[in-house]
């Protein structure tokens, strides 16, 4: 009897020990998540009246915390330009266009709503 009461305190002491694991596993992961991309945007435009089509767009990538960046392409007849802007807290880190104003906007209210 003895014996069976040594041997199931080292299985609750080995599971207690395994829980704490997994609890400072999954804090980790949690502290990883934040930094992941989790809100993605894209808006299509054009931004000249005399081109075709709305081949322009500005994509916007943020994590749970408000950075990211904000990547545009503007299509001309004369060839593609693009565009990086950093994000730092959903604070832009240079003058944005109205495009990328909008798609800044949508990508922060995102996630307004979900819980």
Do not use: C
């Not at 109205?98 to 209210?109: C, D, G, R």
């Amino acid at each position: 009897m003895q014996n069976v009461i040594i041997k199931q305190e080292k299985h609750l002491l080995r599971a207690e020990n395994d829980i704490k694991e997994l609890y400072q596993a999954i804090e980790h992961l949690d502290q990883r998540i934040l930094k992941n991309i989790q809100k993605v945007q894209m808006i299509r435009f054009n931004p000249f009246q005399e081109l075709g089509g709305n081949q322009s767009f500005s994509l916007v990538m943020l994590d749970a915390q408000n950075n990211g960046f904000i990547l545009s392409s503007l299509y001309t007849k004369d060839g593609t330009r693009i565009f990086a802007k950093a994000i730092n807290k959903g604070v832009p880190q240079t003058k944005l266009s109205e495009e990328e104003q909008k798609v800044l906007l949508k990508a922060l209210h995102e996630t307004e709503g979900k819980n």
